[in-house]
């Protein structure tokens, strides 16, 4: 099987980093200026890594047919800010994620969450001693991220034999509450829950190639619209409802918003594509209304317009709490895995970090509006506006802030004792998102075969007898690469006058005659900056992250940021 056979070809002579061409190191190839705005460019860029884990499950680029983005679906790029704004090496990273499990999966009685029960296994909620659809499904989904497939299928078995209904009016739907031991609880089902669920659920499938979990996976994702009974996006909104019944069915829970999940269910759903396609977009746009404009907060429970939305059993739910602290996390993984929606929740990360900076994190408890600070600032905000700190990596006025946030979310220490349930997993789920750990598991891609001789092929030097992946044109190739040993002298020289990198900050135009025209556009073709070289070192000022080409005289190069 073609498969099976590239997992076993060697990747070498590649400058890499987390499985991703280190593109500011390498020396980026000279195209034509005619190929600029050719339909190819215009739609897609290419990369070239290893985007295979060692088992075979694929992480790596894709495209769309109108428009790309510069998210990690799109690139395959999941390099880990802790590694490119703290310094820490892949080993320390890889340290901190094995010590997060095996405190809250292997640990103690005062450190774990995750209780084994032989072919079955539950998340305690260790202050209400009860077991929730939202913290099962998170445990799913830390499970399929960390490559743990056993506990992942324990805590799924047990999933399944005593939350998911199959039948009945909640066809589909998991009972967000039970005890111990399966029983009692709440048959009416927490919308988070869902989410995750469907989400890990097609991760398992992608990543551990087992159509068992596919098939479970489409079931929920078609009875979320066709139960009969409850929908769990509201049908003229498209906005996941707080819960899919009576008049719960007519507001939502903004936390419960999550823009990167829903995308890909519009993607792999076998089931109204369209419903799901466009409830990525009013997600998205909910997740945006519901951002306070003056301090960046959200409020617990809100309207499909964003605002705070006020319930009898409730009287924080207009508040930003509990649920809240979500919110953060959710754009700010919309940001990295996608970037859709790059303008809106850049300025909903300078909104909600500014507000934090001015409290200096102390705070955990606000009025919608930033008024009334209550509680001391808790683990899982910690981890969720450090996600939200990611959509300004690329922002220099917000270095110290963004650095500043990573090392508070590096450095906490891990939750023990009675309240360990929630925060610690809002903030493990957050350290698997700054840690590059979390990524988009694939169906298995289409691989095909070529053979090429040259010095240099879309970004990597070629040394000598080499094989590596390249994403050419939205096809993945494997490349059998041999040395060019006829090199045109000329053409070398002229190459290696005019050297084109990135920074976080810039795009940098070295070796270039003084005077020389120059041009930055996205891969669409549109104008970012355009003028002279002044000195043989041009610094071009690009906040944004993404796929660009740099035109330089009469040469076009392509650059990743």
Not at 14 to 20: D, L, P
Not at 299 to 316: A, R
Not at 480 to 505: C, D, F, G, H, M
Not at 513 to 542: C, H, P
Request: aromatic fraction near 14%; proline fraction near 2%; glycine fraction near 6%.
């Amino acid at each position: 099987m073609l498969y099976n056979s590239i997992l076993l070809s060697p990747i070498s002579k590649i400058s890499k980093k987390n499985n991703f061409v280190d593109m500011k190191t390498t020396k980026l190839s000279a195209f034509p200026l005619s190929l600029l705005f050719s339909a190819t460019l215009a739609t897609a860029a290419d990369f070239t890594g290893n985007f295979f884990d060692a088992d075979g499950a694929y992480y790596g680029p894709d495209c769309d047919k109108e428009k790309n983005y510069s998210g990690a679906y799109y690139t395959g790029n999941y390099e880990s800010p802790f590694k490119t704004i703290l310094g820490k090496t892949d080993e320390e990273i890889q340290e901190k994620m094995d010590q997060l499990w095996n405190h809250y999966f292997k640990g103690d009685n005062n450190s774990k969450v995750y209780y084994d029960k032989g072919s079955e296994a539950y998340i305690l909620d260790v202050n209400n001693r009860d077991v929730r659809s939202e913290g099962m499904s998170y445990g799913m989904m830390i499970a399929v991220q960390t490559g743990h497939k056993e506990e992942f299928d324990k805590l799924w078995n047990w999933a399944k034999n005593h939350m998911w209904h199959k039948g009945g009016g909640w066809d589909g739907y998991f009972a967000w509450q039970r005890n111990e031991s399966g029983s009692g609880g709440d048959d009416n089902c927490a919308p988070d829950g869902e989410m995750y669920f469907m989400m890990s659920l097609l991760f398992a499938a992608n990543r551990w190639n087992d159509s068992k979990y596919m098939d479970d996976a489409q079931y929920i994702l078609k009875k979320m619209w066709d139960n009969g009974q409850h929908s769990l996006f509201n049908p003229q909104h498209y906005v996941i409802t707080f819960q899919p019944q009576g008049n719960e069915n007519n507001f939502s829970d903004p936390s419960y918003d999550l823009p990167a999940y829903v995308d890909l269910f519009a993607r792999w759903s076998t089931s109204n594509q369209d419903k799901w396609s466009k409830a990525a977009k009013a997600t998205r746009d909910h997740l945006y209304k519901s951002s306070n404009t003056k301090s960046g907060l959200f409020s617990d429970y809100n309207n499909f317009d964003g605002t705070p939305h006020g319930v009898s059993y409730n009287g924080n739910a207009e508040k930003y709490m509990y649920d809240a602290m979500r919110c953060a996390m959710n754009f700010g993984m919309d940001y990295y895995l996608f970037g859709a929606d790059s303008a809106r929740q850049e300025e909903m990360a300078r909104r909600i970090i500014d507000f934090f900076e001015k409290d200096n994190y102390k705070h955990a408890r606000f009025n919608w509006d930033g008024s009334n600070p209550q509680e001391q600032y808790t683990l899982g905000e910690t981890g969720a506006n450090a996600v939200a700190a990611m959509a300004l990596i690329n922002d220099s006025k917000y270095n110290d802030a963004v650095k500043k946030n990573l090392k508070m979310a590096w450095d906490a220490n891990l939750m023990t004792g009675q309240y360990r349930y929630y925060d610690g997993l809002v903030h493990y789920l957050a350290m698997l998102h700054l840690s590059g750990t979390f990524k988009i598991w694939k169906p298995k891609p289409e691989v095909t075969e070529k053979q090429v001789t040259a010095n240099e092929h879309n970004g990597v030097k070629i040394e000598s007898d080499t094989t590596f992946y390249s994403f050419e044109s939205c096809k993945l190739y494997k490349v059998n690469a041999k040395p060019e040993t006829n090199a045109i002298s000329a053409k070398v020289k002229l190459n290696n006058a005019v050297r084109v990198w990135s920074t976080n900050s810039a795009i940098v135009i070295e070796n270039a005659a003084v005077g020389t025209k120059f041009a930055v556009t996205d891969v669409n073709g549109r104008v970012l900056a355009s003028s002279k070289t002044s000195s043989a070192m041009q610094e071009v000022r690009i906040n944004s992250r993404g796929n660009f080409l740099v035109i330089v005289g009469n040469k076009t190069y392509k650059v990743v940021k």
